[in-house]
């Protein structure tokens, strides 16, 4: 018997060192499989990490469990959970449950890594002295009388040698009548521990912002914010954070809110992709036009109320195109308070892009509308005017016309789709520019990198989604959580900061440190999405911890259903679930 645990302890430390050794040299690879049925996968700093939830810790760590089902298999389980889908809405992965392992299977392969690092276990065939690897943590699930979700460990080490392990049991439950004394967990601690001094740190998060579904077709954005509030020390459960408090804004928002102000400047920057992709790949995928009108009689309007404008002197000409863009921008803008102000000084070829932009659904519309474009100038009927600066293909014609000599351009190939592209670069550029140096966010310095035209087409396109998500993220915190000015412009510059040095991540969580009295109003009289208490006597790793959700902290686990008798007919069943998980530790010495 013990040969083969030694075996085994061999085998799975081994694993575990080449998946570490891999990790460091970054070779990326599926999770390695142990004795067919477990798997075994290295999450690295800054990756989800499921344990997050509870530990509120973002360190490397091994996750072990079971090796999912493949999804053509049927499974008896999924039946059976699809009678109770109120409750397996509630967890948060799809079937994960199938992922956990019992609890004398997590157990044993918590003792294995004990055993490897164990530098008194000289007889196993492991090359000395031992690698320390990063902690291991077990899916478990739940199914022992402690309901135990969740099995750790973690090393103890000096500089040079492994004198023993801290080995952790998570467990979770749905709690509605919880009763926990502050008091009693202090007690408890010092008594498992055998401490006399310890101290209590706070961590409370509130939501303050998370987009939900327009309806059973358009899914809800992903866009969320959280305030994040750390304190110590802990005066009773669930105490409303001080203001003497760390506190960091967490910022995740996902571009195209279709019900927020940016609607219709997304939609120009979708369209503008479409445009990049196309000379890409050479497909180009037309979105359905805005317009009931073709773009070529949109765009035979506008150069025939230019043509009138021009009978009457360029003295009125601008005026006049000014009014007609407000107008425009009006009818798309009405239905929602934009906090954009609307530019009243789109030139010939912005206003241009807007009628294409919004229209345009074949290569031969672009050939069409640009020849009508082209031959107005040619013949002298119109004489735009546009802004200094542009290198457009489009602006360099319009400043030859002014002196009556034009060069041929041949509206075949990728011509047409770059000349657009061009157009709609400088005028998402623009409307950029206005907003972030209007509201006093940044200066041209600050955005030259995104706005810059010295780099191909295909780069500026993308520094330009770039832009467009950080004044997403600017405009949801002014909408959602009216933050002063200074806390806007420390933002703007850490998002700016983030994407001069990496590529568009819709995903990223922007944090931001807060003074909670800057945002007091946001979190004083509301009630926190997770609250949470961890008890320890200065050493990191030597904790309790409590807490108290209103989502279940465990992403493996369906919980057992409450009694629906108790609510009400307008209650919810998320408004009246709480869920609290405990964390409690053991230390081993190795002597």
């Given amino acids: 018997m013990w040969s083969g645990a030694n075996r085994a302890a061999e085998e799975f430390y081994a694993g575990l060192l080449q998946e570490f050794d891999e990790k460091k040299k970054g070779i990326c690879k599926d999770p390695f499989i142990y004795e067919a049925d477990i798997q075994v996968q290295l999450i ?17 760590i091994f996750i072990v469990e079971k090796v999912p089902l493949e999804k053509e298999e049927p499974s008896h389980i999924e039946e059976l959970q699809s009678e109770d889908t109120a409750i397996s809405d509630l967890s948060t992965g799809e079937n994960v449950g199938l ?46 009388p402690e309901g135990i979700s969740w099995l750790g460990a973690e090393l103890i080490s000096t500089s040079s040698n492994i004198t023993g392990v801290v080995l952790y049991m998570v467990t979770c439950k749905v709690d509605k009548n919880y009763s926990v004394n502050l008091e009693d967990l202090k ?36 866009t969320t914010i959280t305030l994040d509030i750390s304190w110590s ?15 960091t804004l967490n910022i995740k928002v996902e571009s195209g809110e279709p019900r927020g102000p940016l609607s219709q400047l997304h939609r120009e920057l979708k369209f503008l992709l479409v ?22 009689e949109l765009v035979e309007e506008f150069l025939n ?37 609307i530019r009243g000084d789109l030139d010939f070829a912005e206003q241009l892009w807007c009628k294409m932009s919004s229209s345009v659904i074949s290569y031969q519309d672009l050939v069409k509308c640009f020849s009508l474009v082209i031959q107005s100038l040619q013949r002298g009927a119109i004489q735009p005017w546009l802004h200094s600066g542009s290198n457009s293909l489009l602006s360099k014609l319009i400043h030859q016309s002014y002196y009556g000599t034009m060069d041929t351009v041949s509206l075949s190939g990728t011509v047409p789709v770059q000349m657009l592209l061009e157009i709609g670069l400088d005028k998402l550029k623009k409307d950029y520019i206005c907003f ?21 087409t295909q780069e500026q396109v993308h520094r330009v989604q770039k832009l ?124």
């Avoid at 690295?44 to 490397?60: A, C, D, R, V, Y």
């Fill in 275 to 296: 445009l990049a992709d196309g000379l890409r790949t050479g497909i180009t995928e037309w979105p359905e036009p805005l317009e009931a009108k073709s773009a070529v």
């Fill in 44 to 60: 690295s700093k800054g990756q989800p990490n499921p344990l997050k939830n509870i530990l509120h810790e973002n360190e490397t």
């Fill in 99 to 144: 992922l956990a392992l019992p609890i004398g299977r997590a157990r044993q392969l918590i003792g294995f890594y004990t055993m490897a690092h164990n530098p008194n276990m000289t007889h196993l065939k492991i090359n000395r002295p031992v690698t320390a690897l990063p902690p291991l943590w077990v899916r478990c699930d739940g199914s022992d």
């Fill in 436 to 456: 972030f140096i209007g509201q006093e966010l940044a200066s041209l310095n600050h955005l030259e990198y995104f706005i810059s035209p010295s780099v191909d």
């Fill in 468 to 591: 467009h998500h950080i004044l997403e993220i600017v405009v949801s915190c002014m909408l959602f959580i009216k933050p002063q000015h200074e806390l806007l412009f420390s933002l703007t510059q850490s998002c700016i900061k983030y994407y001069e040095q990496n590529p568009l991540d819709e995903q990223h969580i922007f944090q931001l440190p807060v003074r909670p009295t800057a945002v007091k109003d946001l979190y004083q009289n509301e009630k926190p999405q997770k609250w949470r208490v961890e008890i320890n006597s200065g050493q990191k790793k030597v904790k309790t911890v409590w807490q108290l959700s209103d989502s279940p902290p465990v992403d493996h686990l369906n919980f057992h259903r409450p009694d629906f008798s108790e609510l009400t007919l307008n209650g919810s069943l998320e408004e009246r679930l709480s869920f609290t998980s405990m964390v409690t530790c053991s230390q081993v010495h190795f002597k």
């Fill in 305 to 341: 109320e230019l043509n009138k404008l021009n009978e009457f002197g360029d003295s009125t000409k601008k005026d006049t195109e000014v009014s007609d863009l407000k107008h425009d921008a009006a009818a798309v803008d009405g239905s929602v308070e934009c906090l954009l102000t």
């Fill in 187 to 222: 007690k408890s601690h010092k008594k498992r521990h055998h401490l006399s001094t310890l101290t209590a740190g706070g961590f409370a998060q509130y939501e303050l912002f998370k987009s939900t579904a327009l309806d059973d077709i358009v899914a809800a954005s992903q």
């Fill in 233 to 247: 020390p802990v005066d009773e459960i669930l105490q409303t954070p001080p203001l003497s408090s760390t506190a």
